[in-house]
């Protein structure tokens, strides 16, 4: 699949759209004011800025009142790295790169989990911000193994977060658990997305396996790593 192709996906496009306040097909880099960025996410937390690139081009979606400042000295995505934070007034902070990854044919794998609430006593603390259900693959002892997070950003699109416990990997859980969450989002009408660290090698393992192919985006933010030095996790916390 061409990384252009996957921009025409209606329901990808009304997520962006909400999401970031605009998409266009525009060559290059397009800054725009939203405020959406002044606004609470799914956590309850307000990103400032959120970006997604794709090979050709891609939305910058920043606050409307710092819009001016950030066009003027944000004209590329070359640009991100040392020009972004402080246009947003933050210069101590740093620009930072996930791979971003979406479907439309999650892979056909036998379910491994159940939904449980998030607040289920057996539910790590990781996954209680996700709020309802979370999906979880419990060991032959009744205790939690794996578990997958739903990001419910917009009723058009929906992120994957997923953990496995060290006693648990290598078994393909967390492949299972992003495939069959991926299935509950499309059945949904939304699109199933997946961020990762682009050092995270497990993580690229998981997302190829369980059908989502990287088209050579990457969602953009601004926080406590750099881009040249991306924090391993399982997925992007944002």
């Known amino acids: 699949m061409d990384s252009r192709e996957i921009s025409t996906d209606r329901r990808l496009t009304d997520f962006l759209v909400e999401y970031l306040g605009k998409w266009t097909e525009t060559q290059g880099l397009t800054v725009v004011g939203s405020p959406a960025r002044t606004r609470p996410g799914w956590d309850g937390q307000v ?105 419910r950003h917009n009723s058009a699109g929906m992120e994957i977060s997923v ?24 059945a949904q009408g939304a699109v199933p997305i997946y961020l990762h660290d682009p050092a995270n090698t497990a993580s690229d393992r998981t997302a190829r396996s369980a059908g989502f192919p990287d088209l050579g985006w990457h969602i953009i933010g601004v926080g406590g790593r750099p881009l040249a030095n991306p924090r391993s996790a399982q997925s992007t916390p944002d």
């Open 47 to 151: 990103r400032d800025v959120v970006g997604v690139s794709t090979p050709h081009g891609g939305v910058l979606s920043v606050a409307p009142d710092v819009l001016d400042a950030v066009r003027d000295a944000v004209r590329t995505w070359d640009d991100v790295p040392e020009r972004l934070p402080a246009a947003l007034g933050r210069p101590d902070a740093t620009a930072y790169r996930g791979v971003f990854r979406w479907t439309r044919t999650p892979a056909d794998l036998p379910d491994a989990g159940r939904w449980v609430d998030a607040l289920d006593p057996r539910v790590p603390g990781w996954l209680h911000p996700f709020g309802g259900q979370v999906l979880i693959h419990f060991d032959d002892a009744g205790r939690y193994a794996a578990g997958v997070g739903v990001k």
């Open 163 to 186: 953990g496995t416990e060290e006693a648990h990997r290598g078994r393909g859980l967390a492949t299972a658990l992003v495939a069959q969450a991926a299935r509950w989002i499309v």
